[in-house]
């Protein structure tokens, strides 16, 4: 039996072959090594996230959360569920919160999960993947499995704003979240002074409004490099991806050079536990991690 178990909800972008798979392939090598049991909750589905973004509405948002927690509820009663994603936990949580104080959004969104042969009656604990290794097992216990320290290396913990408010992860403050600073220092690495630790990527703005995202995402990378850190590291796909994959549109627009690969905690920690490149997911970079791909191959 394994020390841990939870309702595991991949969310869109973190599922197998989704642009933050390779964020999913490290997080099972990372559980494996930590004995950690992730069930994936069965025929879940997306957390209405991009619904928000198009004004569907309140109860289209919360009824899609809500079936999964009624999944989660059915299939693995009384485990919490864990999201990798910050925009599927943060949605999840909000939905819970409002569910939970509404008893008129309650009934509303029971009557549409009727239509799907599902009733909510239970609301599971919605945590995040950095809540779990933070919460339930900590820094000495992470520490702990470190078998190849990340000496030498300097990397800026960039959190972001989902996984920071309104929530935020326990104890921790809205301005100055250290928490990716201990996990990068549990690896053996050093977490650098980062002053854009809480700055937003842009989020969709990528999309709508590039030039504004892309002023924000050079502000980023810009003081990464200033804090002398070799890499970011993020608990968030879009926080990951924005600032990853802008980097070439920006070095031509302000004639930069950036060129700062971007990870999640997740592969710094496999590869600090022994980890192949492979498990760490390093091949689905965009912009290579050269420094960790040859420490993997040491």
């Not at 992470?142 to 190849?148: E, R, T």
């Not at 004639?255 to 496999?270: A, E, I, N």
């Not at 997911?281 to 420490?295: C, D, H, P, S, Y």
Request: overall charge negative; glycine content about 8%.
């Amino acid at each position: 039996m394994a020390k841990k178990e939870y309702a595991f909800y991949p969310g869109c972008s973190s599922q197998k072959g989704a642009s933050a798979s390779n964020y999913l392939v490290s997080v099972e090598s990372m559980c494996k090594t930590l004995d950690i049991k992730m069930t994936e909750i069965p025929d879940w589905n997306c957390c209405g996230a991009s619904v928000s973004y198009a004004e569907a509405g309140e109860l289209p948002r919360l009824a899609m959360n809500a079936r999964n927690f009624a999944l989660s509820e059915q299939h693995l009663p009384g485990q919490d569920i864990v999201a990798t994603c910050a925009a599927c936990w943060l949605g999840s949580r909000e939905s819970k919160e409002r569910l939970e104080h509404s008893n008129v959004l309650m009934e509303d969104t029971n009557k549409a999960l009727k239509e799907a042969g599902l009733n909510l009656k239970v609301i599971p604990e919605v945590r995040h993947m950095v809540e779990v290794l933070i919460e339930d097992l900590g820094y000495a216990e992470l520490a702990s499995h470190v078998k190849k320290p990340l000496e030498g290396m300097k990397i800026a913990g960039y959190v972001g704003c989902q996984t920071n408010r309104p929530f935020g992860i326990h104890g921790e403050s809205f301005e100055n979240p250290m928490y990716l600073d201990k996990l990068v220092e549990s690896v053996g690495a050093q977490a650098t002074k980062f002053d854009q630790k809480v700055t937003c990527c842009g989020g969709a703005l990528a999309f709508s409004e590039p030039d504004k995202a892309q002023a924000q995402i050079k502000d980023i990378i810009e003081a990464a490099y200033d804090s002398g850190a070799e890499m970011l590291v993020t608990p968030c796909p879009l926080c990951q991806a924005n600032t990853e994959v802008y980097q070439g549109q920006i070095n031509k627009k302000y004639g930069t050079k950036f060129q700062m690969p971007v990870l999640y905690y997740s592969q710094l920690m496999v590869l600090a536990y022994g980890g192949s490149a492979k498990d760490a997911g390093l091949n689905g970079q965009v912009i290579k991690a050269r420094k960790l791909e040859e420490f993997a191959s040491k």
